[in-house]
C-alpha cells in the first residue's frame, strides 16, 4: 500500500510538472507572437523565461556558452567596448550581441529538455505564422494609397491618407518588416511540407492563407533584399522536393506571383530598372567600412563608430549613416576581425550539425520539414545581412537567434542517440496544431 501510495504520489507530482510546463510554453508562445506587436511585453516575458532557465539549467547552460565560444565573444566585445571612440555608446550598443548570447544557450538548452520539443518547435512555428497575418494585412492597407494613385483612382478616402511608396506595418522601418517576413518565411514553407505528410487539420488552411500573403507583405514593404531572399527561398525549397509536383508548382506560383509584381509595380515606387541601377550604392557604402578595418583590423572603432567615421554625404543624399549595411562587414569594421571570425565560426559549426543531420537521415521522414522550416528561417537571416543589418531592431534579433537555438537543439536531439523515433507516446512526434 505504501509503495502504491508513493508512485501514485510520483505520478502526481510528474503530471503537474508536465502541466507547469506547458503553461511556460504557452507563455514562450505568447511572447513570442506578442513581440512585433508590443515588443516591451515581448521582450519582458522572454527576459522572465531567461532568468527561469538560468535557474533552472545553470550548468548545461554554463558549458555551452564556455565550449562553444561565446564566453571568448563576450571578452573580445568587452575589450573593444573599453577602447571604442565613444565607450558608453558602444557599451549600449553591445546590448544587441551579448543577451543574445545568453538566450541562446538558454533557449536551446530548454527545447531539449522538453517532453515533446519537436511537437513544441510546430507549434512556435504555426502561432509564428499565423501571427504574421495581421503584419501582413496591415502592410496592405497602408500600401492602399500608393496602389490606388498608380491606378489612377482619386476621391475618397485615398486623397485623406498619405501616399507611402513603401510600408513598414507595425515595426517602423520598411527594410526590418522585410526581414521579419522572410524568416517567418522560412518556417511557413517548413510547415507546408510538414502538411503533405500530416493528416488534414484545420491548421493547414491558415497556413497557406498565411504563407500566401506574405509575399505581398514583401512587396508592399519595398525591399529588394526581402524580394530577393525570398525567392531564392523559394528555389531551395522546390530544388529539395523536386520530385513532388505539388511542391514545385505551388512555388513557381508564389515566385511568378512576386516577380510579376516587381516587374509591374516595381520595388518601393522604383522602377525595376531602377531599383537594379541604384544597388550600385550599396557597394559604395560596403567600401566605406574597408578602410576602418584596415585602421583597426584587431579591435575595431567600438560599436557605434563607423557612423562616427561617416563623412556626410560622402553617399549621396546620406547625412548620416547608421551601419555598412552588411553585418560581417560592419562588425569587422566596429568589432575586430578576431570577433567576426570566432562568431562565423561558431555559427557556421552549429549550421554545419544541423546540414548533417539532415543529410545523414538523423530525423525520422515526418519530422525533416521542422529541420528545414528553422534552416530557412535561418538563412533568411543570413541573406539578408549580406544587404541590410536589421538586429538594431530586437524583434528581428530575437527571431534569428530562435532560428539558431532551433537549431542547435534538433542536432543535440538527433545526435544523442543517433536519431530522433517517435517513441510509443508519441512524445517526440509533432502533434497537431489546432
Not at 537549431?407 to 496544431?433: E, T, W, Y
Request: charged fraction near 10%.
Amino acid at each position: 500500500m505504501i509503495i502504491r501510495g508513493l508512485g501514485s504520489h510520483r505520478q502526481g507530482i510528474r503530471v503537474r510538472s508536465l502541466g507547469l510546463g506547458k503553461q511556460q510554453e504557452s507563455w514562450l508562445i505568447g511572447s513570442l507572437v506578442v513581440l512585433p506587436y508590443a515588443s516591451y511585453l515581448g521582450l519582458a516575458g522572454l527576459a522572465i523565461h531567461l532568468l527561469n532557465w538560468l535557474v533552472r539549467y545553470p550548468q548545461a547552460i554554463s558549458q555551452r556558452l564556455v565550449r562553444q565560444g561565446w564566453i571568448g565573444l563576450i571578452l573580445g566585445l568587452a575589450i573593444s567596448i573599453t577602447v571604442a571612440q565613444d565607450p558608453a555608446l558602444a557599451l549600449l550598443q553591445s546590448t544587441n550581441f551579448w543577451p543574445f548570447f545568453f538566450f541562446f544557450a538558454g533557449l536551446s538548452t530548454y527545447i531539449t529538455h522538453l517532453p515533446s520539443p519537436l511537437a513544441s518547435l510546430e507549434r512556435w512555428a504555426f502561432w509564428l505564422l499565423v501571427g504574421s497575418i495581421p503584419i501582413n494585412l496591415r502592410a496592405f492597407l497602408e500600401y492602399l494609397p500608393a496602389l490606388a494613385w498608380r491606378l489612377g483612382i482619386s476621391g475618397w478616402p485615398w486623397e485623406a491618407v498619405p501616399v507611402h511608396q513603401r510600408v513598414d506595418s507595425v515595426f517602423g522601418n520598411p527594410n526590418v518588416l522585410a526581414a521579419y517576413l522572410v524568416i517567418i518565411f522560412g518556417l511557413g514553407l517548413g510547415l507546408c511540407l510538414r502538411t503533405r505528410s500530416s493528416p488534414p487539420s484545420p491548421a493547414n488552411a491558415w497556413i497557406y492563407g498565411a504563407m500566401g500573403l506574405i509575399p505581398l507583405g514583401v512587396f508592399c514593404a519595398g525591399s529588394r533584399s526581402g524580394v530577393v531572399v525570398l525567392l531564392i527561398q523559394l528555389l531551395i525549397a522546390m530544388a529539395m522536393l523536386r520530385r513532388h509536383r505539388w511542391a514545385v508548382w505551388g512555388g513557381l506560383g508564389l515566385a511568378t506571383a512576386t516577380l510579376t509584381s516587381v516587374v509591374i509595380g516595381g520595388v518601393g515606387g522604383r522602377s525595376l530598372t531602377e531599383a537594379l541601377t541604384s544597388s550600385s550604392l550599396r557597394v559604395a557604402i560596403w567600401q566605406l567600412s574597408l578602410p576602418l578595418i584596415r585602421q583597426y583590423p584587431w579591435l575595431g572603432t567600438g560599436f557605434g563608430g563607423f557612423q562616427a567615421n561617416y563623412v556626410p554625404y560622402a553617399i549621396p543624399d546620406e547625412a548620416v549613416l547608421a551601419h555598412a549595411h552588411n553585418f560581417w562587414l560592419n562588425l569587422a569594421a566596429e568589432a575586430g576581425i578576431p570577433v567576426i571570425i570566432l562568431l562565423t565560426s561558431i555559427v557556421g559549426w552549429i549550421c554545419y550539425r544541423a546540414a548533417q543531420t539532415y543529410r545523414l537521415g538523423r530525423l525520422p521522414p515526418e519530422t525533416q520539414p521542422l529541420l528545414i522550416g528553422y534552416g530557412l528561417g535561418f538563412l533568411a537571416c543570413t541573406l539578408f545581412a549580406l544587404f541590410d543589418i536589421a538586429f538594431f531592431d530586437a524583434r528581428v534579433n530575437v527571431l534569428g537567434w530562435l532560428m539558431l537555438a532551433a537549431l542547435q537543439a534538433i542536432s543535440d536531439l538527433a545526435n544523442v542517440s543517433g536519431s530522433i523515433s517517435p517513441s510509443p507516446q508519441g512524445h517526440d512526434k509533432p502533434s497537431p496544431l489546432v
